[in-house]
């Protein structure tokens, strides 16, 4: 089972920016190659949706339109860390965000639902005033 902790989250103005980690452990590196992390959010009433991803081995990223442009996913791989660089944030960023692995690919799935990920952290709140 891969462990995510995720961390990052606070209060921002709009057009602000915030950064999101995830520190992922309980795999090798080697296994974590075909691994794909991603981030979520939900936000109140609302259903999770996917935000972006990164397949660890080959580095290749995914967004959902509503935050290309605007936001980055990168990893650090000495430190199996997953980042989310959010800049000119608004307030419908306003969500929980939540880190998730998945032991494969997703280029056949996308854009990806919540059931195709299998781990997740325990959310970070993100709060983009007006």
């Known amino acids: 089972q891969v462990q995510l902790v995720d961390s990052g989250g606070g209060l921002a103005q709009a057009g602000a920016s915030l950064k999101l980690s995830c520190a992922a452990s309980?795999?090798?590196?080697?296994?974590?190659?075909?691994?794909?992390l991603g981030w979520f959010r939900q936000a109140s009433g609302k259903e999770r949706e996917f935000v972006a991803a990164?397949?660890?081995?080959?580095?290749?990223?995914y967004y959902a339109d509503s935050v290309k442009g605007r936001f980055t996913i990168s990893r650090d791989n000495a430190r199996v860390t997953v980042y989310l660089q959010m800049n000119s944030l608004n307030a419908d960023d306003t969500a929980v965000y939540f880190c998730?692995?998945?032991?494969?690919?997703?280029?056949?799935?996308?854009?990806?639902?919540?059931?195709?990920?299998?781990?997740w952290g325990r959310g970070t709140q993100v709060t983009v005033s007006s």
């Open positions: 998730a692995s998945r032991g494969g690919a997703i280029d056949h799935i996308l854009p990806p639902t919540a059931v195709d990920f299998s781990s």
């Open positions: 309980g795999r090798s590196f080697s296994d974590f190659r075909r691994y794909t």
């Open positions: 990164v397949r660890w081995g080959t580095g290749t990223t």
